[in-house]
């Protein structure tokens, strides 16, 4: 048996609730720190899709607005002033971000090995960014890149080395891969990193405070429901328990279950218990009242009379019985009458027949028995048999013993 078999029924339901409780609080903290992780991306995502944003805005606005400027003054490259807005907001910001190109012009827009692969699959790709959460010298950082596509201003520079300006053809010569770009081709990316430390630190905040409100929310649930189920289930059943404990212990049958007008399952069953009750009672009295005027009229009689199962337990008998049998009341009743008869091989045959004749005869069969009573003297009776019950699972049996010269 196992060792819950004997806890009460309360304390079971409160391991249960309590267990439930931390399931769900579990099961409820890793979602929110599921969530809280895509939401630490998402800001991640917004902060790079913005920044680049504004990066690539910078570089086409320059690309469109300057002529000759970058042949007296190369710091005025288009290019080249990208990349330094890119450092001078990147120094003081939890995040770097830069220009990177395959043929690039300048040493510090070479990609690293990250970015290379990602530069190459751009060409084959549906969308024109790429990001994600990996690792960056044993930490864990956002990347992303977004794609810079050549428009008509980038093909001053960038289109056929014959139409570059004279200052570009001096730096880079002809065959340098950073020529002969057409429009629409994906010139290089805007790379943008961010360690992820800062991106979780925004959100811890809020994943407490969010698993703190989820937390509140199941313990009033678990709460409400425990004093819902204990006031409508638990305590009436520990009240009807302890009734039916009472009735069991005392065999009092005027002990009652105490209900309300609740008429649910349980309202019901109490209420159909203690109508069960009532009727118990009802039988009892009967059969009490019933026994003593049965136990009146053999007393009255002048045979001895004694009432047995078909075991021949004796259950009544009169005082009659009992002078001739020569046991108390008390002693006799439990023997087994056939212990009595030195014949008893010839009552159990009449027992037979009367059983199997009971449906078409009198229950009732007379023979002469030979009885011995308690101290081992014989008397020869005259047994007239009754068959006082039927009933297939307690069949009763009425012995009146007579002389054998009585009427």
Known sequence: MAKTDYLRLSTKFNLILSALLVGLFLVTAFLTYQKQQGAAQNLALEEARSRSNELITILNHMSSIVRDEPEHNYALVPEVVTNQIAQKISENANYSIRQVALAYRNPANKPDAFETKH??????????????????????????????????????????????????????????????????????????????????AEVAANFKQELGYRAGILLLFVLVSYLAVRHLILGRLKTASATIHKITTTGSLIERIPTTDSRDEIGQLLADFNEMMAELNRTTLQREESENRYRTLIEATRSAIVTFLANGKIVISNQKAEQLLGLSRERLLGENFFDYLDNAESLHQSIANLIRNSKVQSHKMAGLHNIKDAQGRTKIVKIILILASDAADKQMFTAILRDPDSV
Do not use: W
């Open 119 to 200: 530069l190459k699959e751009f060409p084959r790709a549906t969308q024109s960014e790429f990001y994600t959460v990996t690792e960056l010298n044993g930490k864990k950082v956002f990347r992303y890149l977004q794609a810079q596509i050549a428009d008509q201003s980038c093909l001053k520079c960038h289109g056929t080395y014959e139409s570059a300006p004279t200052y570009i053809q001096k730096r880079f010569p002809k065959g340098h891969p950073s020529y002969n770009d057409k429009v629409g081709d994906i010139m290089g990316a805007v790379s943008f990193t961010k360690p992820m430390s800062s991106v979780y």
